[in-house]
């Protein structure tokens, strides 16, 4: 009997010709969520960088560069995935030398800021790069399409990133069809 109950309304909504609500009028914003309040250290001591580049019609269909700064454990990985679905794996300890940069770098590139739009240019062959930024303990993270945004030539911090990063990827790829 309650199975019957509980069910019946349901029943009667889907077949009362309820309409939904209706679209919020037109240039009117959805109302604010909460603001998260920054932690007073402001940049993150502890991050995570995924670096992502997927391929139109190539030998991989995805290579991803992993850079952690986590306390003394600062690490570098890098995982290509195949046509064929084989997994190619790399990983090494970051130099203190690499480390430091790195965290300069990722600071300095404003990364949380405007600029975030690219090209995705997999449709003719062409590559799709994204790079995700993200605190070790979790909260505010943020991607950015870096493929065919000019911020990611024009701003030197965010080009040097982006070029040792993708230096990671040309060392395991080179020789290996572009």
């Known amino acids: ?10 029943v009667l909504i889907a077949c009362s010709g309820a309409s939904p609500p209706p679209p919020p009028a037109f240039g009117s914003t959805p109302p604010a969520a909460p603001r998260e309040i920054a932690p007073s ?9 995924v670096f992502t580049r997927e ?12 850079v952690s700064l986590f306390l003394s454990t600062d690490s570098l990985s890098l995982e ?30 404003d990364l949380y800021g405007s600029n975030h739009i690219g090209k995705d ?12 930024f ?4 979790g909260g505010r993270a943020v991607v950015l399409v870096t493929s065919g945004n000019r911020s ?25 069809g572009r």
């Not at 250290?41 to 960088?49: C, D, E, K, V, Y």
Request: proline letters at 6%; charged letters at 25%; glycine letters at 4%.
């Open 1 to 10: 009997m309650r199975l019957l109950l509980l069910t019946m309304p349901v």
């Open 41 to 49: 250290a402001g940049f993150p001591a502890n991050f995570t960088i």
């Open 55 to 66: 391929y139109g019609y190539w030998l991989y269909r995805t290579c991803a560069v992993e």
């Open 80 to 109: 290509c995935v195949t046509t064929t679905d084989k997994h190619e794996k790399f990983s090494r300890v970051l130099a203190p030398g690499e480390t430091a940069r790195v965290r300069e770098l990722a600071r300095a590139a």
């Open 121 to 132: 240019s997999t449709p003719t062959d062409g590559t799709f790069e994204t790079l995700r």
């Open 134 to 137: 993200r605190p070790v303990a």
């Open 152 to 176: 990611f030539e024009d701003e030197p911090a965010r080009r040097d990133l982006l070029q040792w990063l993708q230096s990671i990827l040309r060392e395991h790829v080179e020789g290996r």
